[in-house]
C-alpha cells in the first residue's frame, strides 16, 4: 500500500475559504444576531385551556376550604380545645395535601408553609421552621395551645395570600402535566417512609389527598387522553384507595402510619411506583412539548 500524499501547502490555502464555508453549513456560529432567547414558558394550546381554568378555580376552593380548618385549630387552641384541635390540623394538611404540587410551582411558597424541622441545621429550633409542620409540632408534641394558636394565624394569613395569587396566575398544560406525576413523588419520597407527619403520624390521610389530586387532574384532562391510558389511570388509583380505605376511621380520618402492614406498604409502593412512570408518559400522550424552540 503506498503512502497518501499530502497536498501542497499551496492548495491548502486555496481550498481554505471552501472548506470554513463547508464547516459553517454543520455548526453555525451564534452570535447576537441570531441567537434564540428563552420567553418563558411552553405556550398552552387553546383546547386545554377550559379545562386549566376549571381547574384553577377547584385549586382555589380546596385552599379556601384548608383555610376553613386552620382557622378551626386557631379556634379550638383559643378555647382549650387540645383534641378538636389536632382533629383539623389532620384534615387541614389533607387538604392543602389535595393541590400541594400545584403550590409547588409557586417559588418557594411551600417551603415556607410546609416545611418540616429536618429541613434545618438547628431542626425545632430554627426560626425559619414555621407552618403546618410547626403547628404539628406545637399541637402533638408540645402540646403548646397558645403557640398554636399564634403559628394557626400566621398559617391562615399565608393561605390567604396563596389564594390570590392562585386565582390570578397563568397556568400552562406542561405544569399542569408534570403535577399530576408529581403527587406520586411525594408519596414515594416521604409518606410512605412516614416522614411527613412526624408528630402526628397521620401520613395515610396525606397519601389518600396526594392520590386524589393526582387523580383530580386527570379527570380534567380524560378528554385529550387516550381511552385506554385513561382507564388504566383510573383503575390504579382504585387500587391504592382501597388499599388505604382498610385503614380509614369512621369519621374519615386514619389509622396512624405504623398501623400500615408491610405486605399493604409494599404493595403500596409497587402500584405508585407504576402509576408514576404511566403519568411520566402523559407529556407524550398528549404531544406537549418538553422544550419551545422561539423563531429567530
Do not use: C, W
Not at 387553546?46 to 378551626?72: G, H, M, N
Amino acid at each position: 500500500m503506498q503512502p497518501r500524499k499530502l497536498l501542497p501547502l499551496a492548495l491548502y490555502f486555496m481550498f481554505l475559504p471552501l472548506l470554513t464555508i463547508a464547516h459553517g453549513l454543520r455548526a453555525p456560529v451564534i452570535d447576537e444576531s441570531n441567537a434564540i432567547a428563552a420567553k418563558g414558558d411552553i405556550p398552552t394550546p387553546d383546547k386545554y385551556l377550559s379545562a386549566i381554568r376549571t381547574y384553577q378555580q377547584e385549586v382555589v376552593k380546596q385552599l379556601k376550604t384548608t383555610e376553613q380548618y386552620v382557622q378551626a385549630i386557631a379556634d379550638a387552641t383559643r378555647t382549650g380545645q387540645q383534641q378538636k384541635a389536632e382533629h383539623n390540623y389532620v384534615l387541614a394538611h389533607q387538604s392543602y395535601e389535595q393541590v400541594r404540587t400545584i403550590i409547588r410551582l409557586f417559588a418557594n411558597a411551600d417551603e415556607t408553609i410546609n416545611s418540616r424541622a429536618d429541613y434545618y441545621l438547628n431542626g425545632t429550633d430554627d426560626p425559619a421552621f414555621v407552618g403546618f409542620h410547626r403547628l404539628e409540632y406545637d399541637l402533638f408534641a408540645r402540646h403548646d395551645l397558645p403557640k398554636a394558636q399564634s403559628e394557626a394565624v400566621n398559617l391562615i394569613y399565608k393561605i390567604k395570600d396563596l389564594q390570590k395569587r392562585v386565582a390570578h396566575d397563568e397556568f400552562d398544560i406542561a405544569k399542569i402535566i408534570q403535577s399530576a406525576a408529581d403527587f406520586q413523588e411525594l408519596i414515594l419520597k416521604t409518606k410512605l417512609m412516614g416522614q411527613e407527619n412526624q408528630y402526628s403520624h397521620s401520613d395515610l390521610a396525606d397519601i389518600q389527598a396526594n392520590i386524589r389530586g393526582s387523580a383530580q387532574i386527570i379527570s380534567h384532562l380524560s378528554p385529550f387522553i387516550s381511552a385506554q391510558k385513561y382507564n388504566d389511570l383510573k383503575n390504579n388509583n382504585q387500587l391504592i384507595l382501597a388499599i388505604l380505605s382498610k385503614y380509614q376511621l369512621p369519621q374519615g380520618q386514619f389509622q396512624p402510619f405504623d398501623q400500615l402492614s408491610q405486605q399493604d406498604h409494599d404493595q403500596l409502593y409497587s402500584l405508585i411506583s407504576t402509576q408514576a412512570h404511566q403519568l411520566a408518559q402523559l407529556r407524550a400522550e398528549l404531544s406537549v412539548p418538553v422544550y419551545y424552540k422561539y423563531k429567530h
